[in-house]
């Protein structure tokens, strides 16, 4: 499975980006998932998306703001992000696992980064 994130940028506090992450190869049933490192700081998970989209993870800190979403038939996931704060100024990765769980936060699979920059 490769995966590979596009949609970052710079944008104004209060304003929205969507991030995109295209996947190749093996894709069927994995679940996938947004992840987050902000300089200083250690990676955390933003989102996660099971296979057919019924279940879905959200980090409280972008609960309400932030919404994941794929497509399968386009092999693609998506997060939409509102209302942007300073401190969701990190680089953001997508990621891809066989297995779905809630509370999962190790995935086999990693795209490269994308960068968001939010400015106050």
């Known amino acids: 499975v490769q995966l590979q994130a596009s949609g970052g940028g710079l944008v104004q506090a209060g304003g929205s980006l969507r991030l995109s992450c295209v996947t190749s190869g093996r894709f069927s049933g994995y679940a996938l998932a947004w992840f987050r490192r902000a300089p200083g700081k250690e990676r955390e998970i933003v989102s996660a998306i099971s296979w057919r989209g019924g279940s879905a993870f959200y980090a409280d800190s972008v609960r309400g703001r932030f919404t994941i979403s794929r497509d399968n038939a386009l092999a693609t996931v998506y997060l939409q992000m509102n209302s942007l704060r300073p401190e969701d100024t990190a680089v953001y990765y997508c990621?891809?696992?066989?297995?779905?769980?809630?509370?999962?936060?190790?995935?086999?699979?990693w795209g490269q980064g994308t960068q968001v920059t939010v400015s106050s």
């Open positions: 990621a891809a696992d066989p297995i779905w769980d809630l509370t999962k936060r190790e995935y086999q699979y």
